[in-house]
């Protein structure tokens, strides 16, 4: 077995990705596979081959949803949304940067939201984006109209056991 698949097995640490094969379900139903580099199955083939940079430096891992579609259609139970992560993971740690920044920004927002009040607080997590990509009035008037439609809050509850949120990044931080 390569070194990359075994390390890509190892962190997901359930079914090796080699199980599968490459019926092409998980990419048929993948809500984002339109749009990304390489689709999911062609990302597992990559791994066995080695192709390490390729796959790190794809922007296909970073416009991965996590809605894990793929998992719930893959006849072999391969985990793709796990490995997706594991391998965002890998770039996050060899601080290869990321191929698709602001996703990467947007992530970062997100987990800040979350470390700061137990839940998402859509505003200021936009806010904390829109600070972090300097890209501040590209989404001004589809932000307006979620606003006059009462779809965005700009008071939400925190989660009333900080402690446990707390708990959860610290185990986890690296
Ligand atoms: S659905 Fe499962 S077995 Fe089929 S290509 Fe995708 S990961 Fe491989
Ligand atoms: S988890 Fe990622 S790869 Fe799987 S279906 Fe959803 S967006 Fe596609």
């Known amino acids: 077995m390569g070194a990359f698949l075994e390390e890509v097995n190892r962190r997901i640490d359930g079914v ?9 379900k998980c990419s048929a139903g993948c809500p984002v596979a339109f749009a990304m580099e ?6 597992i083939k990559m791994i066995q081959m ?11 891992i970073w416009l991965c949803a996590s809605c894990e579609t793929c998992v719930t259609r893959c006849p072999n139970d391969v ?9 965002r993971e ?3 740690e060899e601080g290869l940067g990321a191929r698709e920044k602001k996703i990467l ?11 700061s009040g137990g839940r998402i607080n859509e505003p200021m ?20 109209d979620m606003f006059m439609k009462g779809k965005l809050s700009l008071i939400s509850p925190k989660t009333k056991d900080m402690t446990s949120v707390r708990k ?7």
């Open 79 to 87: 985990d793709i949304a796990r490995m997706m992560d594991v391998l």
């Open 168 to 174: 959860i990044f610290d185990r986890t931080k690296k």
């Open 38 to 43: 390489y689709n999911p199955n062609k990302v």
């Open 105 to 115: 920004k947007f992530h970062e927002a997100f987990l800040a939201g979350i470390r």
């Open 125 to 144: 997590m936009i806010a904390r984006y829109k600070m972090t990509t300097g890209d501040l009035f590209s989404d001004l008037k589809m932000g307006l």
């Open 90 to 92: 890998m770039v996050i």
């Open 50 to 60: 080695g192709k390490r940079a390729e796959v790190l430096g794809s922007s296909t």
């Open 16 to 24: 090796p990705i080699q199980r599968c094969y490459h019926c092409r």
